[in-house]
Every structure is written in C-alpha cells, then in structure tokens.
C-alpha cells in the first residue's frame, strides 16, 4: 500500500472564436467595421473578452505551476547541529575495519576511549583526531575545548530531534503491511508502527527532491541481508527519517536511505551500506561498511 497524492485535473484547453482576436472586415468606409460571430459587438467588447479568457488562462498556469511545486509530506525535521555529523553517538562508535565513512564523526559525554577500531590520530591542537577510514573528522568529549562544548550542542540537539519526530501526530499509513514492508512503495507521509519493521525485500521510496518522509518505529528496524532502500523520483535522504525507539540493523550487503535517529544502538553489518546520518542515543557499530551523509 502506498500513499496517494490527489492530483490537480488539468484542463483541456478551449479557443472558441469569441476569444481570438477579432477579425476585421473593412468596408467601402474606413469608420464601418463588421465581425465575424457577434455582427454587433464593439471593439472594447471583443477586446475586453479576449483579455478576461487570457488573464484566465494565464491564472490558472499560474496555480498549476504553484501545485506541483508544493512539498509533499509532514514538516522537515530540524536536526540543527547534529546536521554536522555523518555518525553521532553518546556511548561510542566502533569500526572492524575497514569502513568508510564520509562526514565528520562525534561520540559525547564519552571520551575518546569510546571511538575504536580506527587507529586515528591526534590533531596538533588536540580538538579533533584523523583517520584512514573517515574522510572528515573524529571528535570526542575528551577533546580539547571547543570541541566538548560543540558535541554537547549537538547531541542535544540529537534528542531535540527524536522527540520531535517520534511526537509527530495523525500519520498518514499505521503499522502498514503490519511492519513487514519489503517490497513496498512509499510516498511522502508520515508513518507509524507500533510493532518493530522489518525490511525483508527492496522497498523504493519515491518522491520529489522536496518531499519528505518521517518513519516511526516503536520496535527495532531490521533491512535483511543484501536488501535495499531505493530512491525514486528525485527523492533526496536528507528528507527521509527513521525515528526508531528499538536498535537498528543493516545485515551484510543491506542499504539505508536516511536520517536514523535511534533510540538505542544502530548496526551496520559487513559490506552494509547507508546514505544517511546514524544518530544513536547509544552506541553505533560498523563492520566493513559504508556510510555517506
């Protein structure tokens, strides 16, 4: 089941004669004027027609153009400053390597015993760490100022985010397909499963480059091994989010499209992949996998 959009009816468009331009029959005198259709409209008449059907016409463009601009889907969720992070997490990130991540990564109020398996190395003025496997930056709240302060912001904001989007009302679909989703398309909305979800086949989300999609898990969220989340239609990730209260696991060779803004732990298992930002309450765990904010 999918969500539908209620289209616009787009019109088919009609030119009768009384809205052309008037044509002119001259007689012997230049001041005697004869038309086609009304013999006896005036000039400002015909003129006054023509401009009411083009202004007409030109208004409802107008509106189509506007509808089909017009965002589907609940509000953006505001993630602020943990917009900055590819993986933020309060109690670790761990990699086997080797991962690769691109966008910066932040663990707080742990320290940086909390980022492991990366074998980074200690910037000069001590506020962020390098890495081999992330292209950007490694931060943790052991760091030298600002960097605690910054994390602290972000991980607030973190949880600003999660509670907005878990608090979010009147879904569109509830506990659709009873949480086993594969195989579905999904339209702009916002969704709820009381149950945990499970993504057993590809699912396609698909949508404008200005849609958006909030998915609510009360469960965990499981994507099966080697199975995907598609974009269509111009869908873009930053505009999907998984708000889930259970863990999250990407078996070996599954893909992610997404904001996941996770309750407890998040999982990406060998050969996973997502294109998203993993924001954990807790710990995030790769194994050999791929994630690109």
Known sequence: ??????GVSRPAWVTPSHILFPLVKHSKRASEFAYDDVPDATVGQKLISFATAMISA???????ALDSAVALGPAAVNLRTAANYAILSKSGVSTVPPSVITGNVGTSPIAATGLTGFSFTLDPTGEFATSTQVAGQLTAASFT???????????????????DATGRVSPNFTNLANGAIGGLILTPGLYKWTTSVTVGSQITITG???????????GTLTVVAGMKMVL??????SNIVWV???SVSAAAGAHIEGVVLGKTSISLLTGATAN??????????LQKATVNN
């Open 1 to 6: 089941m999918s969500a539908g959009n209620s």
């Open 58 to 64: 030109l208004t409802l463009c107008i509106l189509l």
């Open 145 to 163: 100022v600002p960097t605690p302060s910054t994390l602290t912001v972000a991980v607030g904001d973190m949880g600003t985010a999660f509670t």
């Open 208 to 218: 404008a480059a200005t849609d958006t999609w909030i998915f609510q898990v009360a």
């Open 232 to 237: 269509a239609g111009g869908a873009l990730a």
């Open 244 to 246: 889930v209260t259970g």
């Open 276 to 285: 998203s930002r993993l924001l954990s309450q807790t710990s995030v765990a």
